[in-house]
């Protein structure tokens, strides 16, 4: 019987859209480690977004800070994102690079453009920020023929084989042995830091570290310029600079991961680095770059993916047509949606409300962060910092009672994270400040 899919009529699938049939389905049919990653005692069962917003099974409306995990840049549903994506969707799902394929190739030349100029940057695209890290960890030790990592603890560069070798945090680590020669240094943390807020000891900990750990010769360093999961804690200015200027002096590459800084979340400049007035090696992507589409990129130096040209790397769904083409349309949105200015203006008048909240509560040691990626400590004592943890979840709980998704985050679990769509307006901000500060007193 010949088959003809145009003409023969399917009946749709049925969705059962309940919270009791997912949670039956999710727990019979889906992995257990699920469970360590999931947001409220009964999670939302989302149904739609638009914008800045979301909608449960039950048509109940939030003002999203999470953007699920700060995939959702230019906001959900954007009419150019959609319009992109569908016009490829009725192309071809999928083209691999064995082939050519144009929306790739316009992709990395537009996301090139974004970078900072007079340097040859080339751009190879993968479909996670996980994937990313590691093709940027591989370069950096195919080119320069050294092994070692220099990492920064309580960062968080996902949970793949390499990746979770970086991320310096506890609950990402499974008990097993992973990949070596990753060497981590006291992260500058001026609220929590084991050397407060002074910049040389963590910087001089980076040398010691090299001389005590390595051959003296490192493939490179690689930080966030603010650790997102890891507590919302921007690298302090100067750090960067310094930390570069030493893993070059041994031999090493320098690595940022814009994964969640990047795209102006951070309300200052286009990617998270640019604050810090230094020039990476290698920038990894991932997140916002397809507003939810899976998507991630590493941007080198061209001599640093040249070294790898002698070997295949390939990856069957890298360079996804449709991924890149909602790429491309969120470069377009970013810029005519101003979502640099947006983050700016809108990241300030947030943190002056949250910084009120702190003059209020004794329960809010720290506010900080940079633009629309924003962290609010919660402590029981200002003096010995205990984490307020149970506190942050009940606070979340509140909120999303009251129509707000709020995340929570640190390695304590006790900070608020906030990194809402990149077009959050003022009197979203101006609801989520009431809501949080009526939450303080359900606790
Ligand atoms: N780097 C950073 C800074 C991240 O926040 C994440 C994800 N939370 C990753 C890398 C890993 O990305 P993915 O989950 O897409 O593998």
Redesign the pocket.
């Known amino acids: 019987m010949r088959m003809n899919h145009q003409e023969k009529a399917y009946s749709p699938l049925e969705t059962a859209w309940s919270y009791e049939s997912t949670e039956q389905k999710r727990t019979s049919f889906m992995s257990p480690s699920l469970r360590t990653f999931q947001a409220y005692s009964k999670p939302l069962v989302l149904k739609r977004g638009q914008g800045q917003y979301l909608w449960d099974v039950h048509e109940k409306k939030y003002v999203d800070l999470m953007a699920q995990?700060l995939c959702i840049s230019v906001g959900y549903n954007h009419p150019l994102v959609n319009s992109e994506v569908k016009k490829q969707i009725d192309l071809m799902a999928h083209c691999t690079t064995m082939y050519f394929q144009p929306i790739p190739a316009h992709f990395a030349e537009e996301l090139v453009g974004r970078m900072p100029a007079g340097t040859d940057w080339v751009v190879h695209f993968v479909n996670?920020?996980?994937?990313a890290?590691d093709l940027a960890v591989l370069m950096a030790r195919v080119f320069t023929g050294n092994f070692e990592m220099v990492a920064l603890r309580n960062c968080?560069?996902?949970?793949?084989f390499c990746?979770m070798a970086l991320t310096g945090i506890q609950s990402c680590r499974q008990p097993v042995p992973c990949a070596h020669g990753i060497v981590h240094v006291p992260n500058p943390d001026p609220y929590r830091g084991i050397f407060g807020d002074e910049l040389a000891p963590y910087v001089d900990e980076i040398n010691r570290s090299i001389m005590a750990s390595s051959p003296g010769r490192i493939a490179g360093f690689i930080a966030?310029p603010i650790q997102?999961?890891g507590g919302v804690m921007a690298l302090p200015p100067g750090y960067l600079a310094a930390a570069f200027a030493i893993t070059r002096a041994a031999g090493g590459v320098c690595i940022v991961?814009e994964?969640?800084t990047g795209f102006t979340r951070t309300g200052s400049h286009y990617w998270g680095f640019q604050v810090h007035a230094v020039l990476p090696d290698i920038i990894v992507l991932?997140?916002g770059i397809g507003n939810g589409f899976p998507l991630?990129a590493v941007v080198a130096k061209r001599e640093i993916a040249e070294a790898m040209a002698q070997k295949k790397f390939f990856n069957t769904y890298g360079s996804n047509p449709i991924s890149c083409a909602a790429g491309r349309a969120v470069l377009r949105a970013i810029d005519e949606d101003h979502t640099l200015r947006n983050a700016k203006e809108m990241g300030d008048y947030l943190k002056q409300k949250l910084l009120g909240l702190k003059a209020k509560y004794e329960l809010v040691g720290d506010v900080r962060g940079s633009g629309l990626m924003l962290g609010v400590e919660l402590v029981r004592d200002r003096i010995h910092k205990e984490p307020a943890d149970v506190e942050a979840g009940k606070i979340a709980e509140y909120a999303r009672d009251h129509g707000v998704v709020v995340g929570k985050g640190g390695v304590f679990g006790n900070v608020l994270r906030i990194n809402p769509p990149l077009c959050i307006e003022k009197h979203d901000i101006d609801l989520v400040a009431e809501v949080l500060n009526q939450s303080f007193h359900c606790i």
């Open positions: 995990n996670s920020g996980s994937e890290i968080y560069h996902g949970l793949q990746a966030e997102g999961f991961d994964v969640q991932g997140k991630s």
